[in-house]
Protein backbone atom coordinates (compact mmCIF):
# COMPACT_ATOMS: atom_id res chain seq x y z
CA UNK A 1 0.00 0.00 0.00
CA UNK A 2 1.34 3.53 -0.80
CA UNK A 3 -1.72 6.23 0.51
CA UNK A 4 -1.51 9.59 -1.36
CA UNK A 5 -1.26 12.78 0.56
CA UNK A 6 -4.06 13.76 2.37
CA UNK A 7 -6.09 10.67 2.28
CA UNK A 8 -7.39 11.03 5.99
CA UNK A 9 -9.40 7.87 5.91
CA UNK A 10 -10.41 8.64 9.33
CA UNK A 11 -12.08 12.14 8.80
CA UNK A 12 -15.54 10.32 10.19
CA UNK A 13 -16.18 8.15 13.26
CA UNK A 14 -15.80 4.22 12.14
CA UNK A 15 -18.45 2.50 11.12
CA UNK A 16 -18.45 0.02 13.36
CA UNK A 17 -21.29 -2.05 11.42
CA UNK A 18 -19.54 -1.84 8.67
CA UNK A 19 -16.62 -2.86 10.22
CA UNK A 20 -18.11 -5.91 11.44
CA UNK A 21 -19.62 -7.05 7.95
CA UNK A 22 -16.12 -7.08 7.42
CA UNK A 23 -14.33 -8.69 10.20
CA UNK A 24 -16.05 -11.77 11.73
CA UNK A 25 -13.92 -11.48 14.60
CA UNK A 26 -14.66 -7.54 15.77
CA UNK A 27 -18.34 -9.02 15.22
CA UNK A 28 -18.27 -11.06 17.58
CA UNK A 29 -17.71 -8.67 19.86
CA UNK A 30 -20.30 -5.85 18.60
CA UNK A 31 -23.04 -5.32 21.33
CA UNK A 32 -26.81 -5.77 19.71
CA UNK A 33 -27.22 -2.49 19.70
CA UNK A 34 -24.59 -1.77 17.01
CA UNK A 35 -22.31 -0.23 19.76
CA UNK A 36 -18.67 -1.22 21.25
CA UNK A 37 -17.92 -1.70 24.83
CA UNK A 38 -14.76 0.73 25.36
CA UNK A 39 -14.65 -0.53 28.81
CA UNK A 40 -13.54 -4.06 27.59
CA UNK A 41 -10.13 -3.87 27.13
CA UNK A 42 -10.70 -7.33 24.25
CA UNK A 43 -13.25 -4.78 22.03
CA UNK A 44 -10.71 -2.40 22.21
CA UNK A 45 -7.65 -4.42 21.09
CA UNK A 46 -9.93 -6.03 18.69
CA UNK A 47 -11.21 -3.19 16.88
CA UNK A 48 -7.43 -1.83 16.38
CA UNK A 49 -6.46 -5.50 15.12
CA UNK A 50 -9.36 -4.86 12.61
CA UNK A 51 -8.76 -1.36 11.37
CA UNK A 52 -5.17 -2.10 10.72
CA UNK A 53 -5.81 -5.48 8.67
CA UNK A 54 -9.01 -3.63 6.91
CA UNK A 55 -6.93 -0.44 5.87
CA UNK A 56 -3.68 -1.40 5.97
CA UNK A 57 -3.18 -4.98 5.36
CA UNK A 58 -1.02 -4.82 8.93
CA UNK A 59 -1.37 -8.11 11.43
CA UNK A 60 -0.88 -7.51 14.63
CA UNK A 61 -0.42 -9.32 18.34
CA UNK A 62 -0.69 -7.23 21.72
CA UNK A 63 -0.04 -9.16 25.25
CA UNK A 64 -3.25 -8.29 27.85
CA UNK A 65 -1.37 -5.73 29.46
CA UNK A 66 0.14 -3.23 27.45
CA UNK A 67 -1.65 0.20 25.92
CA UNK A 68 -3.61 -1.27 22.53
CA UNK A 69 -2.74 1.96 19.96
CA UNK A 70 -5.96 3.65 18.44
CA UNK A 71 -5.29 3.38 15.34
CA UNK A 72 -7.69 6.66 14.17
CA UNK A 73 -5.09 9.23 15.80
CA UNK A 74 -1.59 7.59 14.98
CA UNK A 75 -2.30 7.37 11.63
CA UNK A 76 -3.70 11.26 11.40
CA UNK A 77 -0.05 11.97 13.32
CA UNK A 78 1.92 10.05 10.50
CA UNK A 79 -0.15 11.70 7.98
CA UNK A 80 0.88 15.49 9.29
CA UNK A 81 4.32 14.35 9.62
CA UNK A 82 4.37 13.65 5.80
CA UNK A 83 2.82 16.79 4.71
CA UNK A 84 5.51 18.83 6.85
CA UNK A 85 7.94 16.91 4.89
CA UNK A 86 6.11 16.90 1.56
CA UNK A 87 5.91 20.82 1.76
CA UNK A 88 9.39 21.41 2.62
CA UNK A 89 11.39 19.38 0.06
CA UNK A 90 13.57 20.71 -1.58
CA UNK A 91 11.49 20.07 -5.01
CA UNK A 92 9.62 22.48 -3.96
CA UNK A 93 6.36 20.68 -5.34
CA UNK A 94 4.55 20.39 -2.09
CA UNK A 95 3.62 16.80 -3.51
CA UNK A 96 4.34 13.37 -2.50
CA UNK A 97 7.45 12.08 -4.07
CA UNK A 98 7.14 8.26 -4.14
CA UNK A 99 10.78 7.17 -4.17
CA UNK A 100 12.54 10.11 -1.77
CA UNK A 101 13.81 7.74 1.11
CA UNK A 102 13.02 9.93 4.68
CA UNK A 103 15.32 8.90 7.66
CA UNK A 104 13.79 9.60 10.93
CA UNK A 105 13.90 8.60 14.96
CA UNK A 106 10.79 7.63 16.77
CA UNK A 107 11.33 8.55 20.16
CA UNK A 108 9.47 6.87 22.97
CA UNK A 109 9.34 6.83 26.97
CA UNK A 110 10.93 4.47 29.00
CA UNK A 111 9.01 0.76 29.01
CA UNK A 112 10.90 -0.08 32.96
CA UNK A 113 9.26 -2.22 35.51
CA UNK A 114 7.39 0.90 37.78
CA UNK A 115 9.46 1.00 40.41
CA UNK A 116 12.28 2.00 37.54
CA UNK A 117 10.42 4.45 36.47
CA UNK A 118 12.16 7.87 34.73
CA UNK A 119 13.50 9.65 31.74
CA UNK A 120 14.35 6.46 28.80
CA UNK A 121 13.01 5.04 25.74
CA UNK A 122 11.59 2.41 24.66
CA UNK A 123 8.60 1.31 21.62
CA UNK A 124 5.60 -0.24 22.17
CA UNK A 125 4.47 -3.41 22.06
CA UNK A 126 2.56 -2.89 19.01
CA UNK A 127 5.13 -0.79 17.17
CA UNK A 128 2.36 0.72 15.57
CA UNK A 129 4.14 3.55 14.10
CA UNK A 130 6.62 1.95 12.15
CA UNK A 131 4.08 -0.09 10.74
CA UNK A 132 1.79 2.26 9.72
CA UNK A 133 4.65 3.95 8.11
CA UNK A 134 5.65 0.98 5.99
CA UNK A 135 2.23 0.44 5.10
CA UNK A 136 1.77 4.25 3.94
CA UNK A 137 4.98 5.35 1.87
CA UNK A 138 6.95 2.37 0.43
CA UNK A 139 10.28 3.98 0.73
CA UNK A 140 10.24 5.16 4.26
CA UNK A 141 12.23 2.13 6.03
CA UNK A 142 12.17 2.09 10.31
CA UNK A 143 13.97 0.48 12.93
CA UNK A 144 12.06 -0.03 16.77
CA UNK A 145 13.20 -1.29 19.95
CA UNK A 146 15.32 -4.52 20.41
CA UNK A 147 18.38 -6.22 22.37
CA UNK A 148 19.67 -7.24 18.86
CA UNK A 149 19.45 -6.33 15.40
CA UNK A 150 17.38 -7.87 12.51
CA UNK A 151 18.64 -6.18 9.13
CA UNK A 152 21.92 -4.53 8.42
CA UNK A 153 21.94 -0.49 10.00
CA UNK A 154 22.35 0.63 6.44
CA UNK A 155 18.91 0.35 5.63
CA UNK A 156 17.11 1.94 9.04
CA UNK A 157 15.11 4.67 8.16
CA UNK A 158 13.66 5.37 12.04
CA UNK A 159 14.78 4.78 15.08
CA UNK A 160 12.60 3.70 18.16
CA UNK A 161 15.54 4.16 20.98
CA UNK A 162 15.98 1.49 24.49
CA UNK A 163 17.55 1.62 27.69
CA UNK A 164 18.70 -1.03 29.57
CA UNK A 165 16.04 -1.37 31.63
CA UNK A 166 13.44 -1.57 28.77
CA UNK A 167 10.41 -3.94 29.49
CA UNK A 168 11.92 -7.21 27.73
CA UNK A 169 7.89 -8.29 26.77
CA UNK A 170 7.08 -5.14 24.51
CA UNK A 171 10.60 -5.89 22.65
CA UNK A 172 9.33 -9.41 21.96
CA UNK A 173 5.91 -8.48 21.08
CA UNK A 174 7.28 -5.84 18.90
CA UNK A 175 9.96 -8.36 17.13
CA UNK A 176 6.86 -10.67 16.71
CA UNK A 177 4.36 -7.97 14.33
CA UNK A 178 7.58 -7.21 12.61
CA UNK A 179 7.65 -11.03 11.34
CA UNK A 180 4.55 -11.66 10.88
CA UNK A 181 4.27 -8.45 8.89
CA UNK A 182 6.89 -9.79 6.21
CA UNK A 183 8.87 -6.43 7.74
CA UNK A 184 12.29 -7.37 8.46
CA UNK A 185 13.95 -5.98 5.93
CA UNK A 186 12.53 -2.41 6.75
CA UNK A 187 11.71 -2.80 10.27
CA UNK A 188 14.82 -3.53 12.71
CA UNK A 189 15.24 -3.19 16.60
CA UNK A 190 17.81 -1.03 18.08
CA UNK A 191 19.31 -0.58 21.41
CA UNK A 192 20.87 2.68 23.57
CA UNK A 193 21.99 3.11 26.69
CA UNK A 194 19.78 5.11 29.27
CA UNK A 195 22.07 8.25 29.48
CA UNK A 196 22.16 8.38 25.63
CA UNK A 197 20.20 11.76 24.39
CA UNK A 198 16.54 11.61 23.11
CA UNK A 199 18.18 12.21 19.74
CA UNK A 200 21.59 10.59 19.65
CA UNK A 201 22.45 10.64 15.97
CA UNK A 202 25.73 9.39 16.36
CA UNK A 203 24.93 6.00 17.85
CA UNK A 204 23.44 5.45 14.82
CA UNK A 205 25.83 6.91 12.11
CA UNK A 206 23.58 9.47 10.82
CA UNK A 207 25.00 12.89 10.04
CA UNK A 208 21.33 14.73 10.19
CA UNK A 209 17.91 12.94 9.62
CA UNK A 210 14.35 14.57 8.32
CA UNK A 211 12.37 14.30 11.28
CA UNK A 212 11.65 12.88 14.78
CA UNK A 213 8.00 11.06 15.88
CA UNK A 214 7.05 11.33 19.37
CA UNK A 215 4.47 10.41 21.59
CA UNK A 216 5.07 10.75 25.43
CA UNK A 217 3.11 9.89 28.08
CA UNK A 218 0.33 12.58 29.24
CA UNK A 219 1.03 12.42 32.73
CA UNK A 220 3.32 13.19 35.76
CA UNK A 221 2.03 10.93 38.36
CA UNK A 222 -0.17 8.24 38.82
CA UNK A 223 -2.53 11.12 40.89
CA UNK A 224 -2.72 12.61 38.20
CA UNK A 225 -3.93 9.93 35.51
CA UNK A 226 -6.74 8.42 38.13
CA UNK A 227 -8.00 12.16 38.07
CA UNK A 228 -7.95 13.02 34.75
CA UNK A 229 -9.44 9.48 34.18
CA UNK A 230 -12.49 10.79 37.06
CA UNK A 231 -13.04 13.84 35.32
CA UNK A 232 -13.70 11.76 32.06
CA UNK A 233 -16.27 9.48 34.89
CA UNK A 234 -14.61 6.15 33.29
CA UNK A 235 -12.33 4.18 34.48
CA UNK A 236 -8.53 4.94 33.98
CA UNK A 237 -7.24 3.01 31.21
CA UNK A 238 -10.91 2.33 30.57
CA UNK A 239 -10.04 2.34 26.40
CA UNK A 240 -7.60 -0.28 26.72
CA UNK A 241 -5.27 -2.04 29.23
CA UNK A 242 -2.14 -0.53 30.25
CA UNK A 243 0.93 -0.76 32.09
CA UNK A 244 1.11 2.63 34.49
CA UNK A 245 4.70 3.12 33.05
CA UNK A 246 3.37 3.80 29.73
CA UNK A 247 0.83 6.58 30.79
CA UNK A 248 3.34 8.56 33.33
CA UNK A 249 6.65 10.12 33.41
CA UNK A 250 8.09 12.43 35.33
CA UNK A 251 7.13 16.02 35.06
CA UNK A 252 4.15 14.95 32.20
CA UNK A 253 4.59 15.29 28.55
CA UNK A 254 5.58 19.02 28.81
CA UNK A 255 8.96 18.43 30.35
CA UNK A 256 9.69 15.28 28.71
CA UNK A 257 9.22 17.38 25.32
CA UNK A 258 11.64 20.12 26.99
CA UNK A 259 14.17 17.75 27.24
CA UNK A 260 13.76 17.19 23.21
CA UNK A 261 13.76 21.03 22.84
CA UNK A 262 17.20 21.42 24.70
CA UNK A 263 18.08 18.58 22.98
CA UNK A 264 17.54 20.43 19.31
CA UNK A 265 19.34 23.46 20.17
CA UNK A 266 22.00 21.61 19.93
CA UNK A 267 21.77 19.24 16.76
CA UNK A 268 19.78 22.60 14.95
CA UNK A 269 19.02 21.42 11.36
CA UNK A 270 20.36 17.83 11.78
CA UNK A 271 17.45 17.33 12.04
CA UNK A 272 14.73 18.80 9.81
CA UNK A 273 11.65 18.67 11.64
CA UNK A 274 11.31 17.32 15.19
CA UNK A 275 7.80 16.66 16.33
CA UNK A 276 5.88 15.42 19.24
CA UNK A 277 2.28 14.74 19.90
CA UNK A 278 0.49 15.67 23.12
CA UNK A 279 -2.40 14.43 25.22
CA UNK A 280 -3.49 18.05 26.61
CA UNK A 281 -4.17 21.14 24.43
CA UNK A 282 -2.41 23.62 27.71
CA UNK A 283 0.59 21.63 26.72
CA UNK A 284 0.71 22.82 23.50
CA UNK A 285 0.91 26.42 24.90
CA UNK A 286 3.74 25.61 27.17
CA UNK A 287 5.68 23.84 24.28
CA UNK A 288 5.21 26.90 21.77
CA UNK A 289 6.33 29.41 24.53
CA UNK A 290 9.41 27.43 25.49
CA UNK A 291 10.11 27.29 21.52
CA UNK A 292 9.85 30.90 20.82
CA UNK A 293 12.19 31.47 24.39
CA UNK A 294 14.91 29.07 22.62
CA UNK A 295 14.43 31.39 19.49
CA UNK A 296 12.74 28.95 17.21
CA UNK A 297 11.25 30.81 14.51
CA UNK A 298 9.91 28.24 12.31
CA UNK A 299 7.13 25.61 13.91
CA UNK A 300 3.81 23.81 13.37
CA UNK A 301 0.62 23.01 14.97
CA UNK A 302 -1.64 20.68 14.78
CA UNK A 303 -5.01 19.27 16.00
CA UNK A 304 -5.89 15.25 15.35
CA UNK A 305 -9.72 14.59 15.11
CA UNK A 306 -11.39 11.51 15.44
CA UNK A 307 -14.37 11.78 14.52
CA UNK A 308 -16.70 14.21 16.98
CA UNK A 309 -15.04 12.71 20.00
CA UNK A 310 -11.16 12.49 20.68
CA UNK A 311 -9.05 14.74 20.16
CA UNK A 312 -4.88 15.27 20.09
CA UNK A 313 -2.41 17.80 18.83
CA UNK A 314 0.73 18.03 17.41
CA UNK A 315 4.07 20.50 17.88
CA UNK A 316 6.44 20.27 14.89
CA UNK A 317 9.87 22.79 14.57
CA UNK A 318 12.62 22.96 13.04
CA UNK A 319 15.96 24.89 12.57
CA UNK A 320 15.71 25.03 8.77
CA UNK A 321 14.61 27.68 6.63
CA UNK A 322 12.00 25.45 4.65
CA UNK A 323 8.40 26.55 5.43
CA UNK A 324 5.78 24.23 5.16
CA UNK A 325 2.46 25.13 3.63
CA UNK A 326 0.35 27.44 5.97
CA UNK A 327 -2.80 24.57 6.46
CA UNK A 328 0.17 22.41 7.50
CA UNK A 329 1.73 24.57 9.45
CA UNK A 330 -1.34 26.47 11.36
CA UNK A 331 -3.41 23.12 12.29
CA UNK A 332 -5.11 24.25 15.37
CA UNK A 333 -7.36 27.50 14.53
CA UNK A 334 -8.11 28.41 17.80
CA UNK A 335 -5.14 28.54 19.63
CA UNK A 336 -3.99 32.43 20.43
CA UNK A 337 -2.41 34.26 17.44
CA UNK A 338 0.79 34.70 19.43
CA UNK A 339 1.07 30.82 19.25
CA UNK A 340 0.48 30.36 15.93
CA UNK A 341 3.21 30.52 13.30
CA UNK A 342 3.46 33.59 10.65
CA UNK A 343 1.52 33.02 8.04
CA UNK A 344 3.12 31.63 5.07
CA UNK A 345 0.58 32.49 2.06
CA UNK A 346 -0.67 36.14 1.26
CA UNK A 347 -3.34 36.07 -1.00
CA UNK A 348 -3.93 39.44 -3.26
CA UNK A 349 -7.07 39.59 -5.15
CA UNK A 350 -7.38 41.62 -8.19
CA UNK A 351 -11.08 42.91 -9.50
CA UNK A 352 -11.84 43.12 -13.36
CA UNK A 353 -8.72 41.34 -14.28
CA UNK A 354 -7.82 37.20 -16.01
CA UNK A 355 -5.31 35.21 -15.09
CA UNK A 356 -3.47 35.89 -18.17
CA UNK A 357 -3.51 39.86 -17.76
CA UNK A 358 -2.55 39.31 -13.95
CA UNK A 359 0.12 37.14 -14.97
CA UNK A 360 1.75 39.32 -17.46
CA UNK A 361 1.48 41.86 -14.27
CA UNK A 362 3.45 39.54 -11.93
CA UNK A 363 5.91 38.54 -14.76
CA UNK A 364 6.72 42.34 -15.69
CA UNK A 365 6.79 43.30 -11.70
CA UNK A 366 9.36 40.90 -11.15
CA UNK A 367 11.36 40.36 -13.97
CA UNK A 368 12.64 44.05 -13.26
CA UNK A 369 14.33 42.79 -10.30
CA UNK A 370 17.45 41.11 -9.47
CA UNK A 371 16.54 37.91 -8.74
CA UNK A 372 15.87 34.67 -10.04
CA UNK A 373 12.26 33.69 -11.10
CA UNK A 374 11.07 31.23 -13.44
CA UNK A 375 7.29 31.48 -14.68
CA UNK A 376 5.24 28.24 -15.79
CA UNK A 377 2.26 29.78 -18.12
CA UNK A 378 0.79 26.16 -18.46
CA UNK A 379 -0.22 26.22 -14.56
CA UNK A 380 -0.10 29.81 -14.18
CA UNK A 381 2.89 29.63 -11.38
CA UNK A 382 6.49 30.93 -10.36
CA UNK A 383 9.11 30.04 -8.13
CA UNK A 384 11.29 32.84 -7.34
CA UNK A 385 14.73 33.13 -5.20
CA UNK A 386 16.57 36.56 -3.78
CA UNK A 387 19.71 36.67 -2.24
CA UNK A 388 18.31 39.93 -0.97
CA UNK A 389 15.64 42.70 -0.62
CA UNK A 390 16.04 43.95 -4.06
CA UNK A 391 12.72 45.98 -4.06
CA UNK A 392 12.89 48.68 -1.54
CA UNK A 393 14.20 52.06 -2.85
CA UNK A 394 17.18 51.33 -0.56
CA UNK A 395 18.10 48.55 -2.22
CA UNK A 396 17.94 50.36 -5.80
CA UNK A 397 20.17 52.82 -4.36
CA UNK A 398 22.51 50.02 -3.58
CA UNK A 399 22.34 47.75 -6.26
CA UNK A 400 23.23 51.31 -8.43
CA UNK A 401 25.77 51.81 -6.05
CA UNK A 402 27.47 48.28 -6.64
CA UNK A 403 27.06 48.59 -10.72
CA UNK A 404 29.30 51.88 -10.19
CA UNK A 405 31.84 50.12 -8.17
CA UNK A 406 31.32 46.60 -10.44
CA UNK A 407 32.35 48.95 -13.65
CA UNK A 408 34.98 50.62 -11.96
CA UNK A 409 36.80 47.41 -11.62
CA UNK A 410 36.18 46.61 -14.80
CA UNK A 411 37.35 49.61 -16.24
CA UNK A 412 41.18 48.71 -14.34
CA UNK A 413 40.61 45.66 -16.77
CA UNK A 414 39.73 43.42 -13.81
CA UNK A 415 38.40 39.96 -15.06
CA UNK A 416 34.38 39.39 -15.18
CA UNK A 417 35.76 35.88 -13.54
CA UNK A 418 37.74 37.72 -10.83
CA UNK A 419 34.41 39.45 -10.08
CA UNK A 420 32.06 36.81 -10.11
CA UNK A 421 33.97 34.96 -7.83
CA UNK A 422 33.87 38.21 -5.44
CA UNK A 423 30.19 37.87 -5.56
CA UNK A 424 29.39 34.28 -5.12
CA UNK A 425 29.58 33.82 -1.42
CA UNK A 426 26.48 35.86 -1.36
CA UNK A 427 24.15 33.83 -4.02
CA UNK A 428 22.68 31.66 -0.59
CA UNK A 429 19.16 32.68 -1.58
CA UNK A 430 17.47 34.38 1.92
CA UNK A 431 13.62 34.43 0.08
CA UNK A 432 12.01 31.68 -1.68
CA UNK A 433 8.66 32.03 -2.84
CA UNK A 434 6.06 30.53 -5.17
CA UNK A 435 3.30 32.70 -6.96
CA UNK A 436 0.03 31.02 -8.19
CA UNK A 437 -2.48 32.77 -10.36
CA UNK A 438 -5.76 31.40 -9.84
CA UNK A 439 -9.41 32.71 -11.32
CA UNK A 440 -11.45 34.29 -8.18
CA UNK A 441 -14.77 33.25 -7.13
CA UNK A 442 -16.18 36.86 -8.70
CA UNK A 443 -16.56 37.57 -11.96
CA UNK A 444 -13.23 39.38 -13.96
CA UNK A 445 -11.59 38.65 -10.64
CA UNK A 446 -8.20 36.74 -10.23
CA UNK A 447 -6.50 35.71 -7.02
CA UNK A 448 -2.56 36.25 -6.29
CA UNK A 449 -1.13 33.90 -4.11
CA UNK A 450 2.32 34.17 -2.92
CA UNK A 451 3.82 31.20 -0.57
CA UNK A 452 6.52 31.36 1.32
CA UNK A 453 8.60 28.56 0.80
CA UNK A 454 12.38 29.47 2.15
CA UNK A 455 13.95 31.86 4.18
CA UNK A 456 13.89 33.01 8.42
CA UNK A 457 13.04 36.18 7.99
CA UNK A 458 9.51 37.30 8.41
CA UNK A 459 10.09 41.05 7.18
CA UNK A 460 11.56 40.22 3.89
CA UNK A 461 8.60 37.96 3.25
CA UNK A 462 5.92 40.68 4.46
CA UNK A 463 8.22 43.51 2.28
CA UNK A 464 8.03 41.18 -0.83
CA UNK A 465 3.96 40.84 -0.35
CA UNK A 466 3.68 44.51 -0.10
CA UNK A 467 5.32 45.41 -3.05
CA UNK A 468 3.95 42.80 -5.22
CA UNK A 469 0.30 44.16 -3.72
CA UNK A 470 0.94 47.72 -4.18
CA UNK A 471 2.56 47.51 -7.67
CA UNK A 472 -0.31 45.00 -8.90
CA UNK A 473 -2.89 47.24 -7.41
CA UNK A 474 -1.12 50.52 -9.13
CA UNK A 475 -1.15 48.67 -12.56
Request: glycine letters at 6%; one cysteine or more; aromatic letters at 8%.
Amino acid sequence: MDLTIGKDIYRNDVDFAVLALQDPNFNKLLKFNGQLDFSNPDAVKQLTKSLLKRDFGITLDLPDDRLCPPVPNRFNYILWVQDLLDTTSDSYSDRYIPDREVIGLDIKFPLMEPKLMGHGRGTGASCIYPLLGCAARRAWKFAATGQSPLADSSSVIMHAETSPEVDQKNVEYAKRNILANNLKSRIRPLKTASDDPLISLGTFGFESIDFTICNPPFYASSAELLASAALKSRPARSACTGAEVEMVTPGGEVAFVARMIEESCMLKDRVQWYTTMLGKLNSVTDVVENLKKKGVGNWAVKEFVQGTKTRRWGVAWSWGDMRPRMDVARGITHLPKHLLPFPSDASITIPGSTVDTAARGVNSIIQRLELQWQYRPQISTGIGFATENVWSRSARRKKHNQDTVMAAQLSKKASIQEVDEEQSDEDEPTLGFKIEIRQGSGENETVVKCRWLKGVDVVLFESFCGMLKRQLNST
